[in-house]
């Protein structure tokens, strides 16, 4: 199994441009969530969803578009980029509630785009 | 809301040192606590957690255990290796209801293992 994978892995874009970042992940996990990671503050949620076809706001979500087409992606958009979306992009996916016994299940992680915006 | 608190770093330490990164939390009622782990280049992945108070967590030569009268998990490890270069992070689910989208993370805490 690959889990969850990310494309691209790195991408420089110019102010104004739009860019879709894709991730995938194998193990059949109902939820599937964007965050960003800028230094000296931690991850932050972008957008998440709860199943194939539902999208919901996180802590971050201006400037930034998903879809949940099918339930093994979750692509996340940026229609006009800004230099302030320069940062490390992450995806992770996990199991419903419900599979795992209650909250408090574990997230698994890609491996990372790292966007720059000039 | 939701936060966590965790010391500042960078840590650095020599190897087999003893290793303390402090994390405390502000929620509501009994939320899950979490040390995931950032190794260069790569995402996130989870190092241990614990869902109720005085639970420890554990693996991989690291433990932290769930303080709920000072709210605090903080990460020890009694042997460090240059392995354990990495940055981790300290993150909560807050209690009641569902999990999703609801993963709040510290800033995150630099350690470097020297030889």
């Known amino acids: 199994n690959a889990g969850v994978t990310q494309t691209p892995k790195f991408r420089v874009l110019k102010t104004g441009q739009s860019m879709t970042l894709l991730c995938a992940q194998d193990m059949n996990h109902e939820y599937m969530y964007w965050y960003r990671q800028d230094p000296g503050m931690g991850l932050r949620l972008i957008h998440y969803s709860v199943g194939e076809g539902t999208t919901a706001k996180g802590e971050v979500p201006d400037g930034y578009n998903v879809s949940r087409l099918k339930k093994q992606n979750f692509l996340l958009g940026l229609e006009s980029a800004a230099p302030s979306q320069t940062s490390v992009y992450f995806c992770?996916?996990?199991?419903?509630?419900?599979?795992?016994?209650?909250?408090?299940?574990?997230?698994?992680f890609g491996p990372g785009t790292r966007l720059t915006v000039l | 809301g939701n936060s966590v608190t965790q010391m500042e770093g960078p840590v650095t330490l020599s190897e087999e040192a003893f290793l303390t990164i402090n994390c405390t939390y502000t929620?509501?009622?009994?939320?899950?606590l979490f040390w995931y782990v950032q190794y260069p280049g790569e995402g996130l992945q989870l190092l241990l957690k614990?869902?109720?108070?005085?639970d420890k967590g554990s693996n991989k030569g690291f433990e932290a255990t769930y303080r709920k009268e000072t709210t605090s998990f903080h990460l020890e490890k009694g042997s460090v290796q240059v392995s354990d270069s990495a940055v981790y992070f300290c993150?909560?689910?807050?209690?009641?209801?569902?999990?999703?989208?609801?993963?709040?993370f510290g800033q995150g805490t630099i350690l470097t293992v020297h030889p």
């Open positions: 992770a996916s996990s199991y419903s509630d419900f599979l795992a016994g209650g909250p408090g299940n574990e997230q698994f």
């Open positions: 929620a509501t009622g009994y939320p899950s």
């Open positions: 614990a869902t109720k108070a005085d």
């Open positions: 993150a909560l689910i807050r209690a009641g209801g569902t999990s999703y989208g609801k993963l709040t």
